[in-house]
DNA sequence: GTCGAGATTATCT
DNA sequence: GATAATCTCGACC
């Protein structure tokens, strides 16, 4: 399905390769098409940034696998974790174009209107593709959520990650990366603190 | 189209 | 007890 080394690196380095890759997930598939990085504990936006916890295990384990958490109260999340076992860095799937099981995705996320809403944001995105919270730790290669890389590199941007508090959420961590142009990418900000300035010196 | 606020629970300190 | 890698809905332009 992929090739595993290619998931031994950073997580930086393995999101623009995540991009127009294909996640299969319970009878629907997915056209990724936004992703951000987290580079574990060098990361003060990762779950691993203080170290290894009983959640978070998974993304310290090997690369390929899915990392998947609660967040919210009422949403999940899902990472594939990169870089060799022991080192925790992974790619967040934030969103992505519904190109198979189309109806199936619709009844999942029955309160979109529109397909392109229908894996438009993290959480979104696991529904459509029916991920669970206890799907943490499966394999992408092989089971019930996989993973096929695109054969070529799509283009890309990339530019401050959205919805992290604290320090990650700043510029100085500009990772994520999406595909310009395309519908299904997540039409949220960046967290600003409170900015209601002027508009004229925009 | 943009902006703001509330919901709700696993996990961590 | 506090926190959180979010979503949805309502108000307004």
């Known amino acids: 399905m992929f090739d595993p080394e290619l998931l031994e690196r950073p997580?930086?380095?393995v999101a623009p390769?995540?991009?127009g890759a294909f996640v299969h997930?319970?009878?629907v598939?997915?056209?990724l098409t936004e992703v951000e990085a987290y580079l574990g504990e060098?990361?003060?936006g990762s779950h691993a940034f203080r170290g290894q916890t009983r959640r978070n295990a998974v993304m310290f384990g090997a690369p390929g696998h899915l990392y998947t958490y609660f967040t919210y109260g009422m949403h999940v999340c899902a990472n594939v974790v990169c870089s060799p076992d022991g080192v925790a860095t992974a790619v967040l799937l934030r969103a992505g174009e519904v190109v198979d099981g189309l109806e199936l995705a619709r009844e999942r996320?029955?309160?979109s209107k529109r397909d392109a809403d229908l894996a438009r944001g993290p959480a979104r995105l696991v529904v459509a593709l029916g991920i669970r919270l206890d799907d943490d730790g499966a394999n992408l290669a092989s089971g019930d959520i996989t993973l096929e890389l695109a054969h070529s590199a799509s283009e890309?941007?990339?530019?401050p990650r959205t919805g992290v508090s604290g320090a990650g959420g700043t510029d100085a961590y500009p990772w994520r990366f999406w595909i310009p142009g395309d519908p299904t990418v997540s039409p949220y900000k960046a967290t600003v603190p409170k900015r209601r300035v002027a508009p004229s010196t925009l």
Not at 156 to 159: A, E, N, P, V, W
Request: charged share 25%; hydrophobic share 30%.
């Open 109 to 111: 996320r029955s309160t």
């Open 17 to 19: 390769l995540l991009l």
């Open 42 to 44: 060098m990361d003060p």
């Open 11 to 13: 997580s930086v380095e």
């Open 29 to 31: 598939t997915v056209r």
């Open 25 to 27: 997930g319970r009878g």
């Open 156 to 159: 890309f941007r990339q530019g």
